[in-house]
Structure formats: structure tokens, C-alpha cells
């Protein structure tokens, strides 16, 4: 008998429900995106993403639900993400998990944004052998996370100030891209020479695998700054690709570097950043020449979305490690940590 799990992600500026069969089938991935309502903002505003995923909740599960082609007595479980995030936003869809799960009597997991992300790897390549090396790239986090088993997450290297998103979105600003920078950035780019302008690459200390991205986006707005006081030009292109290039080379070095002391012949990608195209190209294109296996989602499973959420939430679920009622939304999650206390006590998953 097939386990059909409702997935709910509502951790930043997109709405998302997903249903889907066994931790591996995706039945449906509907996502509503903000990014139109942001945009004249220039970012996220908390309070109005929470605002958006109040209105646009239901309609989403219901599409859900609907794609699916499945009633909500089919369930057999619904997966939230209940941090890290905006406290409003995430609170939208934990009391909504909450209402479903109690209204159903059926088991409530709950589930960290960033392992959603290293899990949309287990939606592509549902039988991955462990361990794993997985390096997630998005807004607000850049982490190179370590995976002995399921429910077995260390983080190994992290950002010690700008992500690198949010590295991509400052300096869209500067060189006047608008917003979400990334995906600005990456188009920019591919008209761009990377060898035009020279740009720091930050690796720390010896054998640090952390990241440091706030001296690159600082070195791209000096070099406006001095263009400008020259009277010169600045060809955006050039600097866009210049900057994409200098921030990817660490990435991947350091991938590659942690795979080496750790071991691991398969690597992962993920995250809204791992949409990227040179990164994909730079990354897939080292693991080929060093004999490692690489595992890129697509797209669609790179940005937020609930069915990645929902396949972390199977594999929590065979674990037994369903939350509480008392489930609140964590805005400071840590990767590998839980806060909640309890488990399910309705009726058996499994019949």
C-alpha cells in the first residue's frame, strides 16, 4: 500500500504543496511564487510573504491535492517545514500542517528547510549510497554538509558572513540588475568575459572548508566606485561574469577538497543557487574529470518547494521521528537538531 504524504513549504516567499507516493513518485509540486510582489521592494519583506501565503495556502492544496488526483482521506501523512525561515511565513504553514494533520488523525512530521533541499537529490535518485557530500548554495545559507545515513547530517564548512545568494542579489543591486539578483546575474553573465575583471577568491585559513563571500561583493563595488571617480565604464557583462566566476571557483574547489578528506564518491547539489548554470556546468564538469558521481536536481526542485519537503518528511516518517501537535515554527533551525518534544500517538501508518 502506497504512503501518501501532503507536503506543505512556506519557509520564505514561496507557497508551495506537493503530493507524493512512497518518497519517490511526485504526484503533484504546485508552487506559487512572490517574486512579482517583492520585486519593487528590491527583497523579501516578512511581513508581506506571510500576508501572501495566508491567501494562497488553501488554493495551493487544493491543486495539490487536485494534480494528484487524491481526496484528503488518501493521506497518510503531511510533512512541513517548520525552519530555518521567516517566523511569519513559516507559521502559516505549520498551523496549517497542524489543523490537516489533527483534522485527519494522521502522523505530523516536521521537517528542516535545509534537509528538504539535500532531499530533492532522493527524489532524482531515490537509491543513493552513503556516505554523501552534499554542498547547499542558496539565499540565506551556504553549508557543505556531510551525510553518513538518513537522519545523519553534519555540517563540515559554512558561510561565515554573506551567503551566496545573497551574495548574487547585493551585487545585482549595485550594478543595478534589480531583484532576485541570481538568476539576473547568470543571464548577465553568459554575454560576459570571466577573465575580464580580477576578483578576490577567499579561502580562508589552511584546511578550512567555511566560505567567505562578503570581500568579493566589497571588491565589486570598489570597482565601480574607482570607475566612477576615473569617468570610466564599467562593462556589466563583464563584471557579472567576472564575479560569478570568482564566487564558483571557491565553491567548487572546496566541494572538491571536502570530498577528498571525507571520502565520498558521490556528491550532491542543492538549493535555490544550485539552479545556476555555471555552477552546474563547473561542478558536473570537475566530478566527470575526478572519477566522483554527480547528483544536480532540476530546476524546479533547486528553488523552494514541498516535494522536496515531502520526501524528507517519508524518510523521517520511516524513522519513526514524527513531531507533536505542539510543533512551532523555528525561524534558527539548525541543521541535524530537533525542537520539539513527543511523537504521533494517532492511528498506524501502515495497515
Known sequence: MSVFILALETSCDETSASVVADGTEVLSNIISSQIDVHRKFGGVVPEVASRKHLELLNQVVGEALTAAGLTLDALGAVAVTYGPGLVGALLVGVSAAKAIAYGLNIPLVGVNHLEGHIYANFLCEPGLDFPLLCLIVSGGHTDLVYMAKHGDCRVIGRTRDDAAGEAFDKVARVIGLGYPGGPLIDRLAREGNPKAISLPRAYLEEGSLDFSFSGLKSAVIYTLQRAEQRGEEINKADLAASFQEAL????????????????????????????????????????AGSNYRMVVPPPVLCTDNAAMVACAGYYKLLRGATAPLTLNAVPDLKLGEERYEGNFKGKILHG
Open 248 to 287: 564558483i571557483d571557491v565553491l567548487v574547489d572546496k566541494t572538491f577538497t571536502a570530498a577528498q578528506d571525507t571520502g565520498v564518491s558521490t556528491i550532491l547539489l542543492a538549493g535555490g543557487v544550485s539552479a545556476n548554470s555555471r555552477l552546474r556546468l563547473a561542478i558536473t564538469e570537475r566530478a
